[in-house]
């Protein structure tokens, strides 16, 4: 297997503009995280899914941020308008049902100029 | 004040130094702990895990856990250069791996040869 799989590596947009962040876990795992790492706040949860359904938002920053998984293998973050304080590093990482360690993607770094 | 408190460093130590790093925590519900290897420009990957308080070893490094103090601590025996990464720790309430995962902001770690 791939492992997790991250597109854009690098994005480098403007204030103002629409970002897309997109995540392909690994096959047969039914957990999806979507994390944000930054010097200050160090690795924070933003969402999770189970089987597609989201089950836990309350580290989704604010409205400007969501989140969806149409598929078992596909989930996007998007941002809507981002902002200076949304540049960080934005990892996926996806687990089995039984749980154990959770993988990571190589994340996906976003500056917002 | 922050669920996980992890001292940032930097750390600089000599190749075949021991090394000792630590976090502590508040919530007394977190039941999994675990430490997290991050290379740079890379996602993080699971080191080790415990449940509950006491000693598990794996080769050149023990993770330890005592929660009647809310402490965690990881040793690396014999460091190596390519153990110069960041290392996060991070834990649960219920579950391993399959639930929100709680992280320190991590210790970045230097082995000089």
């Known amino acids: 297997d791939a492992g997790v799989i991250q597109s854009p590596r690098h994005e480098v947009t403007e204030m103002g503009q629409e970002v897309t962040l997109r995540c392909k876990p690994i096959?047969?795992?039914?957990?999806l995280f979507w994390y944000r790492q930054t010097m200050m706040r160090g690795l924070e949860l933003l969402i999770y899914?189970?089987?597609?359904?989201?089950?836990?938002d309350s580290g989704m920053p604010e409205d400007r941020f969501s989140a969806k998984m149409p598929n078992a293998s596909f989930s996007t973050l998007k941002i809507q308008p981002s902002e200076p304080r949304d540049s960080a590093v934005y990892f996926c990482?996806?687990?089995?049902?039984?749980?154990?360690?959770?993988?990571f993607g190589p994340g996906t770094r976003l500056t917002v100029l | 004040q922050k669920e996980v408190e992890q001292d940032p460093g930097p750390l600089s130590v000599p190749e075949g130094a021991i090394v000792s790093l630590n976090c502590t925590y508040s919530?007394?519900?977190?039941?999994?702990f675990m430490w997290y290897r991050q290379y740079s420009r890379k996602g993080p990957e699971l080191l080790m895990y415990?449940?509950?308080?006491g000693n598990k070893e794996d080769g050149r490094f023990t993770a330890q856990v005592d929660k009647s103090s809310k402490y965690i601590s990881l040793f690396i025996r014999d460091s190596q250069p390519s153990d110069s990464a960041t290392y996060l720790c991070?834990?649960?309430?219920?579950?391993?791996?399959?639930?929100?995962?709680?992280f320190g902001t991590g210790t970045r770690l230097t082995i000089i040869p």
């Open positions: 990482a996806s687990t089995g049902m039984l749980g154990g360690e959770q993988f």
């Open positions: 096959s047969g795992h039914d957990y």
């Open positions: 899914f189970n089987n597609n359904v989201p089950i836990d």
């Open positions: 919530n007394s519900a977190f039941q999994y």
């Open positions: 415990t449940y509950s308080s």
């Open positions: 991070a834990m649960s309430e219920a579950n391993f791996g399959n639930e929100k995962l709680t």
